[in-house]
């Protein structure tokens, strides 16, 4: 296979377009039938903020509840500038002293002392404020940073399934390591040195028009020159900051999806493309980190130069003045020593500017996801979902993933409390849809589904899911221990329903030849247990969950037939009493339905028990019997 273009990339993992292709059968790609990638559009990759102001704004709001530290942080940021100013300026008087004639060696040697140890005082001074300011803005930046991640956890809490189909993993991840963490070091360095920067330059610039104002003038003319430079150079800059972020998500969600899916990478032998496929995205990675680095870096040497050519037309043009006798030693000294104080806040400011260019476009890539459109909240919903049976139907529900392309058409059917409803038919048909429909996973187009006789929009969207347990072909466990898992599936159940659930299940006898039996800590999805293993703990959480309505979607497909069998008299006793949904390729594990729903191209073709279907002579009875294969 070839490996993809940079392009294609890009729009898979970097967020501009991250939607498959739909599947063999007009279901979305992925998993059978079910969502798979054909959510909405990811994250955007390139070009300029929409909104910088606003997004700054909103940055800023997380520093609100530390005004009151924040304002000691001004105090002592005001402390160390004046102790830095008015210590440099106290030097005027000693230069002059030196220099003049009629004083003795012990006389100069006094008034030395004296100086030099209200200098002291002075620097003393900005050095403790320095200390103060350092640790207050350390607690807020971190504080901050704490509230920010939280907020965006919480938001991905409640975003709908259709954004993590959409987009990769470690795209989504990114945003909470490598853009968190950027805006983590602006808000601890960058927003301190702007500030300080400020209150340098407007109380050096004070004291340069008291210490010479013809001086000053000359310094003046280079502010236009640092400003115009540094805007230049950060306009070209930022652009390619916000290209760099944008990379390093499509690649952290490419080296995500890779590690993840090692074993099919290295059973196709496909380790070559991966490679070509990830040269691609580290050289377009590489290229954008060149761009912002070099621009960014350019900034601090090219706006040092031009302070020191201010640095030395003042020094020269401020010796003449003293050769005409219009200016001291003492005063130039110190002018000098301001002209160079001048420029060192705008060269830190502008070094700054690169953490400043990556925090804005990491703050703009998790606002984006902290704005998306979040779930239904539980207080849209009329009921709690105490009572309910599990008596479900669906009335001409028609749903697609994109507007334009249906998945389900006009889907009708009903299953009352107690009975084994299931569906078959070829991958991509929209088996999985309709659970995903049950569950609010996605909302309807058109069509009505109730549970009870009540719009599944009316209940609580927490209860109504609390009354659906799901076991999924594709296992997930957690880090943390058999109980701890088998638990998940009702946080308040006791330590005797977990074993009589992992029993109903037919797991207890494999648990108990653990090492450690229900103790047994499980790392890495339950790497240290075999797939059917997994299936066997994901059916026994379900059945701890007392929900009155089961789907099973291809929920015995990684266990082998011997255990299949061995399983069925504890799905019998689960199933019992229950509204159940049953997904399966194996036919021979659906013979027993109440009803069995064949479906096609989004459409039930055939529907009733195994007997009737057989008789019918369909599609069915085709697939039962090899005559035709399911796609």
């Not at 990491?362 to 979902?385: H, I, N, T, W, Y």
Request: glycine share 10%.
């Amino acid at each position: 296979m070839a490996a993809r273009t940079l392009e294609e990339l890009q729009k898979q993992y970097s967020s501009k377009k991250h939607a498959a292709k739909g599947g063999p059968m007009g279901g979305p790609g992925g998993r059978p039938g079910g969502p798979g990638r054909g959510g909405p559009p990811g994250m955007r990759a390139h070009g300029k903020p929409k909104n910088t102001k606003k997004t700054i704004k909103r940055l800023l709001s997380y520093l609100n509840p530390y005004r009151a530290r924040l304002v000691l942080v001004l105090v002592c940021m005001l402390f160390s500038t004046a102790s830095s100013l008015v210590g440099g300026y106290i030097l005027r008087p000693v230069i002059n002293s030196l220099v003049e004639t009629g004083k003795t060696v012990g006389e100069r040697l006094s008034y030395l002392a004296v100086i030099l140890c209200v200098i002291g005082g002075v620097y003393l001074v900005g050095v403790a404020a320095s200390y103060i300011q350092a640790r207050l803005m350390l607690s807020v930046s971190l504080g901050a940073t704490e509230k920010l991640r939280n907020d965006l956890f919480n938001k991905v809490q409640d975003l709908p399934v259709r954004v993590f189909d959409g987009d990769a993993n470690g795209e989504i991840m990114s945003r909470f390591t490598n853009d968190v963490d950027n805006i983590d070091m602006m808000l601890n360095n960058t927003v301190v040195s702007l500030i300080s920067g400020a209150i340098n330059i407007i109380g050096t610039v004070c004291m340069m028009v008291y210490t010479n104002v013809w001086l000053t003038l000359i310094t003046a003319v280079f502010v236009p020159i640092f400003l115009f430079g540094g805007a230049a150079i950060g306009k070209k800059s930022r652009k390619y900051y916000v290209g760099q972020q944008a990379a390093l998500g499509a690649i952290n969600g490419y080296i995500e999806e890779s590690v993840s899916g090692q074993k099919v990478i290295k059973v196709f032998n496909h380790e070559g493309v991966c490679l070509e496929e990830f040269d691609k995205l580290n050289d377009d990675m590489r290229d954008k980190q060149f761009k912002a680095q070099f621009y960014g870096g350019i900034m601090g040497p090219v706006l040092g130069n031009i302070s020191q050519i201010n640095y030395a037309l003042t020094a020269g043009v401020g010796g003449l003045l003293c050769l005409a006798g219009g200016f001291d030693v003492g005063g130039l000294t110190v002018f000098v020593g301001y002209s160079r104080h001048f420029s060192m806040p705008i060269n830190q400011i502008s070094q700054q500017m690169a953490t400043i260019f990556s925090a804005l476009a990491g703050a703009e890539r998790v606002f984006e996801l902290m704005d998306r459109d979040p779930e239904p909240s539980d207080a849209e919903g009329k009921f709690d979902g105490e009572r309910i049976r599990g008596d479900v139907v669906m009335r001409d529900v028609t749903f697609g993933y994109e507007p334009d392309k249906m998945v389900l058409k006009n889907i009708s059917l009903y299953a009352h409390p107690g009975q084994k409803i299931a569906f078959v038919g070829s991958t991509g048909a929209g088996k999985t849809t309709i659970t995903n429909l049950l569950n609010r996973f996605y909302d309807i187009q058109s069509g009505v589904i109730t549970i009870d006789n009540t719009d599944i929009k009316d209940y609580k969207i927490s209860a109504l899911r609390r009354n659906i347990a799901m076991v999924l072909q594709d296992t997930h466990l957690f880090t943390g221990t058999v109980k701890e898992n088998i638990r998940y599936g009702r946080l308040d159940a006791t330590d005797e329903e977990v074993i009589a659930a992992a029993k109903t299940a037919s797991a207890h006898s494999f648990i108990m030849r653990l090492e450690k039996g229900y103790d047994t800590m499980l790392e890495g999805d339950g790497a240290n247990l075999s797939q059917g293993q997994r299936q066997l703990l994901n059916i026994a959480r379900a059945a701890l969950s007392r929900a009155p309505i089961l789907v099973l979607d291809e929920a015995t497909s990684s266990v082998d037939t011997r255990t299949e069998r061995h399983i069925e008299h504890g799905m019998d006793r689960l199933m019992k009493d229950r509204t159940t949904f049953v997904i399966a390729h194996r036919l021979s594990t659906v013979r027993n339905a109440d009803a069995i729903m064949v479906l096609e191209q989004g459409e039930i073709i055939e529907r009733g028990t195994h007997e009737d279907l057989l008789a019918l002579g369909g599609r069915y009875y085709e697939l039962y019997t090899g005559k035709k294969e399911l796609d």
